[in-house]
């Protein structure tokens, strides 16, 4: 008989502990992109399956991004204040990647215990119990192999949860984290249902106009520095205006700058849109907060650690950070400088 691996005893014991929870509260990380959103949603359906009472919670209260708006389950989650009796349920945490990125801080204070379910490296433990798999490419991918321990029926609705959060963090399956095992369990979500062609287009080809305008001034404005191997896009409050965007217009288009030819690294800084609340910082009126998302096109280029130094985090080639009471000139300089140190050291 094979010997059980660490990984398969980690399942067990999430698995087990996750059978014991009667009342769960489930949340992921602010500003939620399919991953965070398809792992609530397929966590909530499990739990709620197996009889446990389950509520779905996001502390941001702004609108979710078009493109998982379709998510009918969405409708059921509770958004900004959380319910009044959270500090008796369990908070189970999906996609997240510290207690931070919860965005309610007292939430996470009271919470009488923590279950953390993550795929982020840099993933700070902040549970009682953690199951955190750096190389998996999608939190949906892990909580797939959970939910299989847990013994629960993987509905179409739950597969396609799963099949949403796995095809947008493996960039459409082509990061160099999309492995054999992604594709297996991306084939077997189908075989449970899942319309891929439906989800790609409702995650892909729905661009709103606006987000498409918001493009296109990304690309009119780009700045290439590193002899071509970095680009740099900002949007800054005036291209929200100029485009008629409002907020949660920006998932994706990093990847733009990262496809073109020679680059290596690439950077999107924006300003929150107007009235967009970003947990745990204040903006002075009138000045724009800045967010970064760096991405790059190695493993060897580490971004994690660009974003690390800023106080942020996320993955080696995905990171991002809020880049407190700077300029967009004081990003930029601090982009070109820490982007030509990890080129040389590369
Ligand atoms: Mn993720």
Redesign the pocket.
């Known amino acids: 008989m094979n010997q059980p691996t660490s990984m398969d005893k980690a399942l067990d014991s999430l698995a087990d502990a996750l059978r014991q929870e009667q009342r769960v509260l489930i949340t992921c990380h602010v500003k939620p992109?399919g991953?965070?959103l398809g792992c609530l949603i397929a966590m909530h359906q499990a739990m709620s399956s197996i009889g446990a009472d389950s509520v779905m919670y996001l502390a941001d209260d702004s609108p979710i991004a078009p493109e998982y708006q379709w998510f009918e389950a969405l409708s059921e989650a509770i958004f900004g204040a959380p319910p009044e009796d959270h500090a008796s349920r369990t908070l189970i945490t999906v996609?997240c990647g510290s207690a931070e990125r919860v965005g309610n801080e007292n939430l996470v204070a009271a919470a009488p215990r923590i279950i953390n379910i993550d795929?982020?490296g840099d993933n700070t433990r902040f549970g009682a119990v953690n199951l955190v798999v750096g190389g998996a490419s999608?939190?949906a991918e892990i909580l797939y192999f959970v939910l299989r321990k847990m013994g629960v029926d993987i509905t179409t609705e739950i597969a396609e949860a799963l099949y949403t959060?796995i095809l947008v963090?493996s960039g459409r399956f082509q990061y160099s984290s999309a492995s054999a095992t992604t594709f297996q369990v991306a084939a077997d979500l189908i075989t449970r249902g899942v319309d891929h062609t439906k989800i790609f287009h409702n995650v892909y080809e729905t661009v709103p106009l606006a987000k498409a305008r918001l493009l296109c001034r990304l690309l009119t404005n780009m700045t290439i520095a590193c002899d071509g191997r970095l680009a740099i896009g900002l949007l800054d409050s005036e291209d929200f205006e100029a485009a008629g965007a409002g907020n949660g217009l920006t998932e994706g288009l990093v990847d733009n700058l990262r496809a073109i030819e020679g680059v290596r690294v690439a950077a999107l800084i924006y300003a929150r849109p107007v009235g967009a609340i970003e947990p745990g910082h204040h903006e002075e009126p009138g000045k724009p907060l800045y967010r970064v998302s760096l991405r790059s096109s190695s493993e060897q280029l580490n971004v994690q650690k660009i974003a690390g130094a800023k106080g942020g985090g996320g993955h080696r080639q995905a990171a991002g950070y809020t880049a407190e009471g700077e300029t967009a000139q004081q990003v930029i300089d601090y982009l070109v400088e820490s982007v030509s140190r990890t080129l040389e050291e590369d």
Do not use: E, I, Q, V
Request: glycine share 10%.
């Open positions: 992109d991953d965070a996609d795929h982020h999608s939190t959060g963090d």
